[in-house]
Nanobody, 123 residues
Framework: QVQLMESGGGSVQAGGSLRLSCRVS????????MAWFRQAPGKEREGVAT???????RYQTSVKGRFTISRDGASTTLTLQMNNLKPEDTAMYYCAASANVWCLWNAGTYNTWGRGTQVTVSS
C-alpha cells in the first residue's frame, strides 16, 4: 500500500521560508493529482497547491507568489517551497494523492494522505 511521508515543517518568524517534502513509500504515483492541504486549529482542511501529472499547478489565492509546488519526474517526491511566510500560514500541512487526472480542491477526492507536518509562523 502506498504511503505518503511529509517532512520539513518547523517554526519560523514571519517573512521566513520553509521547504516541505513528501515522499512516496513504495513505487510512484505517476498518474493523477498530488497536492498539499493544510488545517489550522478550529478550521476546515483547505487546499494549498496542486500538481497534476502533466506539471500543471494551481495555488490557493492566499499563497500565490509565495509558495511553489513541484513534483519530480517519477512522482516519488512532492515539494512545497514556502517563502515570505505569514502567521496565518500556521497549520498542519498534509500531502495528498488522487487517482484523478484533474486536480480538485475537494479533499474528499484524495484517497491517500500523509500524517502531516506542523508549520508555525510567529509574528
Amino acid at each position: 500500500q502506498v504511503q505518503l511521508m511529509e517532512s520539513g515543517g518547523g517554526s519560523v518568524q514571519a517573512g521566513g521560508s520553509l521547504r516541505l517534502s513528501c515522499r512516496v513509500s513504495e513505487g510512484s504515483i505517476t498518474t493523477g493529482c498530488m497536492a498539499w492541504f493544510r488545517q489550522a486549529p478550529g478550521k476546515e482542511r483547505e487546499g494549498v497547491a496542486t500538481a497534476d501529472s502533466t506539471d500543471g499547478v494551481r495555488y490557493q489565492t492566499s499563497v500565490k507568489g509565495r509558495f511553489t509546488i513541484s513534483r519530480d519526474g517519477a512522482s516519488t517526491t512532492l515539494t512545497l517551497q514556502m517563502n515570505n511566510l505569514k502567521p496565518e500560514d500556521t497549520a498542519m500541512y498534509y500531502c495528498a494523492a488522487s487517482a484523478n487526472v484533474w486536480c480538485l480542491w475537494n479533499a474528499g477526492t484524495y484517497n491517500t494522505w500523509g500524517r502531516g507536518t506542523q508549520v508555525t509562523v510567529s509574528s
